[in-house]
C-alpha cells in the first residue's frame, strides 16, 4: 500500500477515503508532527542533549532534524517494532546511526527505568521526552508506570505528549468521528486509556510536571496553515510538552502534549459556548518537570 500510495491518484484517493472516515485527522496529524518537531528543535536548541522517543514505530523525527545529530537518542517501542525498525534502517544507511539507541520494550510488562538504564541512558541529565500518539494505547496502570519513570527526571526537563479525551472514550462526545469510535473502541477496543482535558493538570502534578501549553486546531491552523496560504480541516488533537517535572495540557479527543516541570505555569484554551467548531478528540501539550524545592512559576511555564 505505500508503494502504491507513491503515485499521485492513488495518494490522493487514499487521502479522501482517510478524510471521509475521520475528518480532519490527516490535518491534525500534519499539524502535530511540525509542533513536535519545533518542541524537538526548541529542547536542542536550549542544551538539551539527550532525547527519549517513548513508542517510537517508524517515526523518523531524530533523524530527519540535523539539531540532534550530535545528541544521544532513545527510541523504545514492541521489541517487534523495534526490529522491524532496525532493519529499515540498516537498508538505509548501513546501520543505525550511531547516535541512536534502539530500546526493545514492552510498556505493559517491564521497567522502563531499568530498560532505559542498561540501554546507556543516564537519569542526572536533562532530557526531552516524546510520548505521541501512545497512551490511549496503554491500560492506565501502563500509563502511571510511565509517568513514575517520568517524575525521576531531572528539573529542567521537558516532555510532549499526547491523549485521548475521556469523553470521547466513554462514548458520550464522539466529536463527528462516529467510525474512529466504533473501529478502536467498540469493536476492537484499541484505545484504553483517556483524560479529561481539565484534569491533566492534576494527573500531571502527581508526578512533579506543570503543564505550559495545550494546543489544537484554532493553533494547529495559525501556526502551520495560515502562514503558507493552505487550507484543510484539522481535528483539536492534542500535544503536550513539559520540562523536568512540568507540564501542559491542551484540550480535545487526543492530545500530543509538550510538558514542563513545576517551574513553570500553563493554560488551557477552550471552544466558545455555542461554538459549531468541529473539537476533535485530541490535542498537544507542553510541559516542563520540577525537581527539590518549592516550585517556581515564569512566564511561559519555563523554569
Known amino acids: 500500500m505505500l508503494r502504491l500510495a507513491q503515485w499521485p491518484a492513488v495518494r490522493r484517493l487514499l487521502f479522501m477515503l482517510s478524510e471521509k472516515r475521520a475528518p480532519g485527522v490527516r490535518g491534525g496529524v500534519l499539524c502535530r508532527k511540525c509542533y513536535i518537531d519545533a518542541k524537538t ?10 532525547f527519549v522517543n517513548l513508542g517510537a514505530g517508524l517515526d523518523t523525527r531524530v533523524y530527519r532534524l ?35 539507541r534502539l530500546v526493545p520494550m514492552d510498556f505493559c510488562a517491564q521497567d522502563l527505568e531499568g530498560v532505559l538504564s542498561s540501554s546507556g541512558y543516564q537519569k542526572g541529565q536533562k532530557a526531552f521526552f516524546m510520548w505521541e500518539a ?23 526537563s521537558r516532555l510532549v505528549f499526547t ?3 475521556q469523553d470521547f472514550m466513554e462514548g458520550t462526545m464522539v466529536y ?9 473502541r467498540v469493536k476492537e477496543h484499541v484505545w484504553q486509556f483517556g483524560l479529561a482535558p481539565e484534569e491533566v493538570a492534576s494527573f500531571l502534578h502527581e508526578y512533579s510536571w506543570q503543564e505550559g501549553e495545550q494546543v489544537g486546531s484554532q493553533e494547529y491552523t495559525a501556526r502551520y496553515l495560515k502562514p503558507w496560504g493552505r487550507v484543510m480541516p484539522v481535528t483539536d488533537r492534542g500535544n503536550r510538552s513539559t520540562s523536568p517535572r512540568q507540564q501542559s495540557s491542551t484540550r480535545r479527543m487526543r492530545f500530543p502534549a509538550a510538558a514542563r516541570s513545576r ?14 467548531r468541529r473539537a476533535p478528540c485530541s490535542r ?20
Open 41 to 50: 528543535v526548541e529542547a536542542a536548541n536550549a542544551g538539551i542533549n539527550t
Open 66 to 100: 540535523p539539531e540532534l545529530a550530535e545528541s544521544s537518542v532513545f527510541e523504545v517501542d514492541l521489541p517487534e517494532n523495534i526490529a522491524y525498525k532496525t532493519g529499515k534502517l540498516q537498508r538505509l544507511y548501513g546501520m543505525v546511526p550511531a547516535h541512536v
Open 134 to 156: 501512545i497512551t490511549q494505547y496503554l491500560p492506565e496502570t501502563a500509563v502511571r508506570n510511565t509517568f513514575a519513570f517520568l517524575a525521576q527526571a531531572l528539573c529542567g
Open 163 to 165: 491523549y485521548i479525551r
Open 176 to 184: 463527528g468521528l462516529d467510525a474512529l469510535y466504533q473501529g478502536f
Open 263 to 276: 517551574c513553570s505555569s500553563g493554560g488551557r484554551r477552550e471552544p466558545r459556548p455555542g461554538s459549531k
Open 284 to 303: 498537544s501539550c507542553t510541559c516542563r518537570a520540577r525537581r527539590g524545592g518549592p516550585p517556581r512559576s515564569t512566564a511561559g511555564g519555563s523554569r
